[in-house]
C-alpha cells in the first residue's frame, strides 16, 4: 500500500505569507514546439517541503549537507485531530504514543482539509515540551499536516520561531504542509520524503509517501 501524503504543485498555491508565489505554465508545446515542458517558478519552501536547519540558523546545516537517512524511516503519526483554531496541541498527544523504533514522527491534525483557505493559517502547533519528548527518544525528523511547527500569527499577534529554532539544533529536519495522513492505516509506516536536490539551500518541496 502507498499512500501519497503530497499536496500538488499548482500556480497560486497557498504558500506562508510572504513567500514567494507559485507560477507554473505552459514553456513548451508539442503543437508548436513538438515537446511539452513547464516552465516552473516557486519558493524553497513551496507545497509539500521540508526545512533544512539552514531556514532558521545562519550556521546550520543547509540541505545538502544532511544525511539522506532523515528523509526516510519508520513513522508514526500522533493523533492530534478534534482541536480549535490556533489551539496548541496537549503535550499528553504526543505522550501517549509509544514511539520505540520511530525515527520520523508526522503530527495529524486533519488541517490539511482547510489548504488554500484563510482557515489554513489559523493551525494548532506543538509547544517546545512535546518537541523535547520527541527529542529525547531519538526522533529528528517531523512532518506536520498543516502550515507551520510554529504557531502563525493572526493580524497584531507576536511573531515567533521559537518551535523552528528548537527543531533545528542538532540537525532537526522539519516537514510542512503534507496530507492524507487519514490514510495511514498501520502503526509504523514506511516514510519517504525525500526533497529536491537544491544544493546548499534552506528546503525543497518533497513527493512524500507512506508505504506498508
Keep these: 500500500m502507498i499512500v501519497d501524503l503530497s499536496h500538488i504543485l ?24 513538438f515537446v511539452n515542458v513547464l516552465t516552473v517558478n516557486m519558493g524553497s519552501q513551496s507545497g509539500t517541503h521540508v526545512d533544512s536547519p539552514f531556514h532558521v540558523l545562519s550556521d546550520g546545516k543547509r540541505l545538502n549537507e544532511v544525511d539522506l537517512s532523515h528523509f526516510i524511516g519508520i513513522g508514526a503519526v500522533i493523533d492530534a485531530t478534534g482541536l480549535s483554531d490556533r489551539q496548541e496541541i496537549p503535550t499528553e498527544r504526543f505522550t501517549n504514543l509509544d514511539l520505540t523504533g520511530v525515527s520520523i514522527a508526522l503530527v495529524r491534525t486533519d488541517w490539511s482539509q ?99
Design 10 to 33: 499548482l500556480t497560486d498555491l497557498q504558500v506562508y505569507p510572504g513567500d514567494p508565489k507559485v507560477e507554473i505554465k505552459p514553456a513548451l508545446t508539442i503543437e508548436d514546439d
Design 114 to 212: 482547510y489548504f488554500g483557505t484563510a482557515r489554513y493559517l489559523a493551525h494548532p502547533y506543538p509547544n517546545v515540551e512535546s518537541l523535547t519528548h520527541l527529542k529525547n527518544h531519538g526522533i529528528t525528523t517531523i512532518a506536520l499536516d498543516f502550515l507551520s511547527l510554529d504557531r502563525t500569527p493572526a493580524a497584531g499577534e507576536e511573531f515567533t520561531l521559537a518551535n523552528h529554532y528548537f527543531w533545528s539544533q542538532g540537525d532537526g529536519i522539519i516537514g510542512e504542509n503534507f496530507t492524507g495522513l487519514s490514510q495511514i492505516t498501520v502503526e509504523r509506516p514506511n516514510i519517504s520524503m525525500l526533497p529536491l536536490n537544491l544544493g546548499a539551500s534552506d528546503g525543497a518541496p518533497v513527493r512524500a509517501i507512506a508505504s506498508w
